[in-house]
Structure formats: structure tokens, C-alpha cells
Nanobody, 124 residues
Framework: QVQLVESGGGLVQAGGSLRLSCAAS????????MGWFRQASGKERECVAA????????QYTDSVRGRFTISRDNSKNTVYLQMNSLKPEDTAIYYC?????????????????WGQGTQVTVSS
């Protein structure tokens, strides 16, 4: 099993920035792709960003491309999501996810482990 713990969420004004972190523990040797998902109230959970094991391949949903940056530090078993120019529509619970698959995944069923989530609220 792999355990994921997110941190860094909070309340920020529109235009501000936040940096989310996700620390993995347990059988981390099995982890390849990692991703960040979000779920706003009444909406489906969507993949915001995903990153390959070595960090060379990243994918973003269109609504955050150019504003969010996903990165990872495998020596610390940690993945990050730097969020800039935040908008009220970015308000959601953000979840970290880990996959045993080498190919970068953006679908929920491509991930094997999930964190508990961290709330991000952007005020207008």
C-alpha cells in the first residue's frame, strides 16, 4: 500500500498563489505516474495535472495550463502543484493520486492510491 498526505490548501484571494504538496509513504517503489485531481461542489472529479515518474512528461487540463505547474522530487517522495493566478472557479477539494502505470494517466481509474484531499478556496 501507498499512503498519500496532501498539504498547502487554504483560502486565497483571486489572483493569488498556493503551493500544494503531497507526501507519499509505504510501498513508494511501486509508484510511477502521479497526479492532482480536484472536485468542486456538485461536479465530477477531474484531473488537473499529471506527471511521469522522471518528471519529463506533464499534462494539464486546459483551464489551468499556463497557471499551474506540477513537479515532483522522487528523493523526497513528494509531488507539488504550484497554482498561480488563482480564480474563484479553481475552488475545490484537491486530491493527490498515485499510479503504478508508467504511461501518464488522466482518468480516475488509472490511479491506484488517493489522498484525503485538501480544500482550496479562492475568493473574488
Amino acid at each position: 500500500q501507498v499512503q498519500l498526505v496532501e498539504s498547502g490548501g487554504g483560502l486565497v484571494q483571486a489572483g493569488g498563489s498556493l503551493r500544494l504538496s503531497c507526501a507519499a509513504s509505504g510501498r513508494t517503489y511501486s509508484v510511477r505516474t502521479m497526479g492532482w485531481f480536484r472536485q468542486a461542489s456538485g461536479k465530477e472529479r477531474e484531473c488537473v495535472a499529471a506527471i511521469s515518474w522522471a518528471g519529463g512528461i506533464t499534462q494539464y487540463t486546459d483551464s489551468v495550463r499556463g497557471r499551474f505547474t506540477i513537479s515532483r522530487d522522487n528523493s523526497k517522495n513528494t509531488v507539488y502543484l504550484q497554482m498561480n493566478s488563482l480564480k474563484p472557479e479553481d475552488t475545490a477539494i484537491y486530491y493527490c493520486a498515485a499510479s503504478r502505470r508508467t504511461e501518464v494517466q488522466t482518468a480516475r481509474n488509472g490511479y491506484d492510491y488517493w489522498g484525503q484531499g485538501t480544500q482550496v478556496t479562492v475568493s473574488s
